[in-house]
């Protein structure tokens, strides 16, 4: 597999955790592109990186950049996607990878015309732990998937310089927060939830800073979710299963696991991978995902053989469903909306 040049747009908080994920497997990020140049620069110096774009859109322009990574805010990725996808670069963007669906069927639309790669920067689904849990489930040990409880709560402070609870940088819990307990909800239950209901408690900027979410999916599954932007809650996702029921711990980037027995005693803590190491797994299924991409585009494997594992590293169609979830909740049910969408 050839070694791919990754350019970050953005060097905030998430960006520095993806170059030292980078710099523990021998590897550097290739080039920075960010608004405050300044900034790219000292996050350039601090890691010994290259290139620092004098524009961001100078990163699109770039013929040695392979993959682009988004880590901005939520509301301005669909612009940079546009760029990205339409100069012919793959892209791995963070969460949430859009505002709604619209944005996102827009940017998946785009992907395929430029046979490029699109995925959302989801650590859950490259952390070896859900892998470890589908074998045990799979097994039949536990039997069907019935309920399951999804926690997620962050103390932010009511703090407008950050894009926590700012409504122009498309703050709120669900894009933040609600992303990761959808997608860990959506990848334990068999269906896409077709009936929801909710509430929410709006920030005194408007946005979402609390909700209470119930699912059901056609299958008979039942999910829960409390999500809070303004008061501490466990990472903690349940779920229940004919006989007994799984404990995770931490689940964005969860590396251990207790499943227990209708009695409700523990039976055994499953763990696998390291939280520490979330981001290079997602690195390491990108570069997979595009190597298999590639492959097909070459007609190497058929098409629709890449699709299908691209799809088991990447889980686009999850992103798709959790994002079609968020976006008939959030602008739907509770008519909270972003100016972008005004
Ligand atoms: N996967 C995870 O575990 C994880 C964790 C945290 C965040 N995230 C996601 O990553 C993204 C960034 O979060 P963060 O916490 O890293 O944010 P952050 O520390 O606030 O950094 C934001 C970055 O975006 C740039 N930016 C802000 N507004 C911009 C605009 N209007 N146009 C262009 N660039 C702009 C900033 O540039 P300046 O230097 O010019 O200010 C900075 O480089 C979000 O989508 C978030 O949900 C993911």
């Not at 239950?189 to 699912?215: F, H, N, Y």
């Not at 008979?220 to 990472?235: C, E, V």
């Not at 696998?272 to 570069?287: F, S, W």
Request: proline letters at 3%.
């Amino acid at each position: 597999m050839r070694e791919l040049n990754w350019a970050t747009l953005g060097c905030g908080v998430i960006a520095n955790e993806l170059e030292q994920a980078l710099e523990r497997n021998g590897r550097k990020l290739y080039a920075v592109a960010n608004r405050t140049h300044a900034k790219g620069v000292a996050f350039a110096e601090r890691y010994g990186i290259g290139k620092v774009y004098d524009t961001i859109d100078d990163v699109f322009a770039d013929p040695d950049v392979d993959v682009i990574y988004i880590s901005t805010p939520h509301n301005t990725h669909i612009g940079f996607l546009r760029k990205a996808l339409a100069a012919g670069k793959h892209v791995l963007c963070e969460k949430s990878i859009t505002l709604n669906s619209d944005e996102l069927e827009e940017a998946i639309t785009l992907a395929e015309a430029n046979h490029v790669l699109l995925a959302e920067a989801m650590t859950l689904y490259h952390m070896p732990l859900y892998r470890e849990l589908d074998r045990i489930i799979a097994s039949g040990e536990l039997g069907a998937v019935k309920l399951i409880q999804m926690n997620f709560g962050s103390y932010k402070e009511y703090d407008m310089a950050n894009r926590f609870f700012n409504r122009d940088l498309a703050g709120g819990a669900m894009l933040d927060i609600g992303v990761y307990a959808l997608s860990c909800m959506r990848w334990f239950m068999s269906s896409k939830p077709d009936r929801i209901v909710s509430q929410v408690k709006a920030a005194p900027t408007g946005v979402d800073e609390q909700a209470g979410i119930l699912l059901t999916n056609p299958d008979g599954q039942m999910a829960t979710i409390t999500l809070s932007l303004h008061a501490k809650q466990p990472k903690r996702g349940t779920i229940v299963f004919e006989n007994g029921y799984v404990e995770i711990f931490d689940y964005p980037r969860g590396e251990r696991a207790t499943i227990y027995g209708t009695s409700g005693k523990p039976v055994r803590t499953v763990e696998a991978g390291e939280t520490a190491n979330a981001l290079a797994y997602e690195v390491a299924d990108m570069e997979r995902a595009i190597a298999t991409h590639e492959a097909g585009e070459r007609g190497d494997i058929p098409k629709a053989q890449a699709a299908a594992e691209i799809e088991g590293l990447m889980h686009l169609g999850y992103t798709r469903d959790v994002m079609s979830m968020m976006t008939e909740i959030r602008r739907d049910q509770w008519h909270m909306t972003y100016p972008e969408e005004e």
